[in-house]
């Protein structure tokens, strides 16, 4: 008889590391953050016939239209995670302070930084959209925890990863020894094992940018992409990171969000987006950077910190840092 694949519980309980408290922590805090993508993934099927697409009608701390599925994903994480007791403090996308924790503010071992639903343009077409998150372990002792806990740089990280909900719905995540992808069987409503360190595709000469911002670019950027143009690229834009990011993990490419003129930063947000993104490049063999430094070596100085991000195979992005060091 085959053998089935392990389960997403089942494979990081057997791959934990001593960085967690408990053998098991890792294993119960990914199959929340499972859970709720469950959920979210059930939720979008069905979004047109639960009158779920759509605005919420007011807009998030970061100016951005919150959606419904903003609204209702953000819940359902936080809730999911809530459940463990094991989180001491979270902050979302969709949250200008920190989630309450209630009692295990004090208690709980982890923090986790999220982005309920990125890409959440692409819910009302029916278009791939995601979840990411972060886990860091806490650094504060028998308080309330706080921003020291969770405003740190990615290279503090325990475990980041993300879900994917497209043509199927994908489980991707690291805790510091190489990605591993699951995929939903939404029959056995479980997460079964389709991947084992995953490593970023060779160089495939694909690029994933808003060209229409480059009005707006600085000319690193301008130059970057006339070359790539010029050496006959192609271009992929999904519209949501999680799904960029995870088909030119697979298949080779670059994702760039520049900052500009107008947007300094970029668009993107270094804790929720950014971070955790980065982990997982560089455990596929993978890279990224805001230009000049490491995506995981920048230190927020807020929840909502954007940075530019060029993330994706690692020859890609030395030729992209290229033009910036040039330029500079
Ligand atoms: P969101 O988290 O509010 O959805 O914003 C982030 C998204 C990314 O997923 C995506 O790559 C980018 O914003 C698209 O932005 P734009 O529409 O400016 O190209
Ligand atoms: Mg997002």
Redo the contacts with the bound molecule.
């Keep these: 008889m085959p053998v089935s694949p392990p389960n997403l519980f089942q494979f990081a309980i057997e791959n934990s590391n001593d960085e967690f408290a408990n053998s098991t922590d890792l294993a119960i805090l990914l199959n929340a953050i499972g859970s709720a993508g469950k959920f979210i993934s059930s939720e979008i099927n069905r979004a047109a016939l639960r009158d779920i697409f759509g605005s919420a009608g007011a807009a998030n701390v970061t100016g951005?239209e919150q959606q419904k599925l903003d609204v209702i994903g953000d819940n359902v994480v936080a809730e999911a995670l809530l459940s463990t007791g094991l989180v001491c403090a979270m902050s979302s996308?969709e949250n200008a302070g920190l989630i309450d924790c209630g009692v295990a503010a004090t208690t709980g071992e982890y923090v986790v930084v999220y982005?309920p639903?990125?890409?959440?343009?692409n819910i009302d077409v029916a278009a791939p959209i995601g979840t990411i998150f972060g886990i860091y372990r806490r650094l504060s002792e028998g308080v309330r925890a706080g921003d020291v806990d969770i405003l740190r740089p990615g290279t503090d990280m325990l475990a980041a990863g993300y879900v994917l909900y497209g043509s199927s719905t994908i489980f991707a995540y690291t805790s510091g020894n190489g990605v591993h992808f699951f995929t939903l069987d939404p029959t056995l409503g479980d997460y079964l094992l389709t991947e084992e360190n995953v490593r970023s595709h060779g160089s495939s000469h694909v690029y994933s940018a808003?060209e229409g911002?480059s009005g707006k670019w600085n000319d690193p950027d301008l130059d970057w992409v006339e070359h790539v143009k010029a050496e006959g690229y192609s271009g992929r834009?999904i519209?949501?990171?999680?799904a960029?990011f995870h088909r030119n993990l697979m298949k080779g490419g670059i994702y760039a969000?520049p900052g500009d003129k107008g947007s300094p930063d970029g668009?993107?947000r270094l804790l929720f987006?950014c971070a955790p993104l980065a982990f997982i490049a560089e455990q596929a063999g993978g890279a990224a950077t805001n230009g000049t430094i490491p995506i995981r070596d920048i230190e927020p100085t807020q929840l909502h910190h954007r940075t530019p991000m060029y993330i994706g195979n690692a020859d890609e992005v030395a030729l992209l840092k290229g033009f910036h060091s040039v330029n500079n």
């Design positions: 951005d996308e982005d639903v990125d890409g959440s343009s808003n911002n834009y519209g949501a990171l999680v960029d969000y668009k993107l987006e």
